[in-house]
């Protein structure tokens, strides 16, 4: 285990509109308003047809292939993710989700596509001080979190 230790720095209040993609505006929310890093926690809905990656495919030996689920309607999320910088210093996403509709739900990561239904609310803490960020890793083409 690598850590690095940070201060809570600014905090942000985001109301998602409809149609609005979650990572996409998160992304360029942190780089009009020079969030380097943080914690995001998302609370609203998805839109029908909203994409998830729920694992990888298991069948593929010589590659990570990623499994993608299509929501279903209107549902009800909650989503946890944070914001560190790539390889080129631009604010990089990672959130999971967890989405339900009539009693049935699905757990993924937003990054195929989660469109906000209505609306959606994001509470922004930023995250000072830490010098961590991804960086690409070659075996799994992932950008994974670096701790220098």
């Not at 990656?53 to 944070?82: F, K, M, N, S, Y």
């Not at 195929?112 to 959606?120: D, N, P, R, Y």
């Not at 930023?126 to 670096?146: N, P, V």
């Amino acid at each position: 285990m690598r850590y690095s230790e940070g201060s809570v720095g600014r905090l942000f209040i985001l109301r998602l509109e409809d149609g609005d993609l979650l990572n996409n505006t998160l992304e360029q929310f942190a780089a009009e308003h020079g969030v380097e890093r943080g914690l995001a926690f998302y609370l609203g809905g998805s839109a029908d047809g909203s994409r998830v990656v729920v694992g990888p495919d298991t069948a593929q030996e010589d590659e990570i292939v990623a499994l993608v689920h299509t929501l279903a309607g209107p549902q009800e999320v909650l989503a946890v993710g944070t914001i560190f910088p790539d390889e080129r210093g631009r604010p990089s996403v990672h959130t999971h989700a967890a989405s339900g509709r009539e009693g049935a739900a699905t757990v993924g990561c937003t990054r195929a596509g989660l469109q906000t239904w209505l609306v959606g609310e994001v509470v922004l803490l930023e995250i000072s001080g830490s010098t961590a960020r991804r960086e690409t890793d070659a075996a799994s083409g992932f950008e994974l979190l670096e701790i220098p």
